[in-house]
């Protein structure tokens, strides 16, 4: 099976991709991997594995196309302005690029899931902070048996906690798992960032300076409830 996270950044659209990966995983071997193009997703897909399970944001039309017809699309979704706001304040750049890079992501899940909302997690909804919930769900759609002990596990692995210690354990991974950019550290197959986890709240917008609030509202009103 070949399952395609996609969501838009800091929707914890890694989480699910983690939580994807662990469920693939009771069911044989799993190939994982970032990708925006079929091309990058098909040198996946070829490694021979079981299952494939990729992240993206902003995926081309050919990549979404072959998860459509192969397997099946994981989306995350979050206040658009909500998921500006975190990047910068979590991985800084040009408020801008970042505004542009949240309308691509929106665009991307409208043109692939249109009524399928159930495939659609929200971020406001809070589905990472009840893993076993949310685990539950994701295992009846993808058709994995999930036996009581795997799912606690997992949940225990995918909670706040759990992830947490992930992310403090980075530094003692291989150097090839490492990619770092800065005073950032990313884990190439988990995709968790050194400083990834956040504060949860909604809003933060708001907190924008005044020029960013207003570029970042005008850019965004079509992808806002």
């Excluded at 994982?32 to 079981?50: C, I, K, P, S």
């Excluded at 798992?177 to 190439?188: E, I, K, P, Q, Y």
């Excluded at 986890?197 to 917008?205: A, H, M, T």
């Amino acid at each position: 099976m070949l399952v395609l996270s996609l969501g838009v950044p800091r929707s914890a659209s890694t989480w699910l991709y983690n939580a994807v990966y662990g469920l693939l995983a009771l069911d044989g071997n799993v190939a994982r991997g970032f990708a925006e193009t079929v091309g990058q997703a098909v040198a996946l897909r070829d490694r021979g594995a079981r299952h494939v399970v990729i992240q993206s944001h902003l995926p081309d039309a050919e990549l979404l196309a072959l998860a459509q017809s192969e397997g099946a699309i994981i989306a995350s979704i979050r206040d658009p302005r909500d998921s500006v706001a975190s990047m910068l304040l979590t991985f800084g750049g040009d408020p801008a690029q970042r505004t542009r890079e949240v309308c691509g992501a929106f665009a991307a899940i409208t043109r692939c899931i249109g009524d399928g909302r159930e495939l659609v997690w929200r971020y406001e909804d809070r589905f990472a902070d009840t893993p076993a919930s949310t685990l539950a769900v994701l295992a009846t759609q993808l058709r994995i048996n999930l036996s009581p002990s795997d799912l606690s596990l997992l949940a225990q692995s995918l909670s706040r906690d759990g992830v947490n210690a992930s992310i403090r354990a980075l530094e003692s991974s291989p150097p090839e798992f490492l990619r770092c950019n800065g005073a950032d550290v990313l884990h190439v197959q988990t995709h968790w960032h050194r400083n990834h986890l956040g504060d949860g709240r909604s809003g933060k917008w708001r907190n924008l300076d005044q020029a960013t609030r207003h570029s970042v509202e005008s850019a965004l009103a079509p992808f806002v409830d």
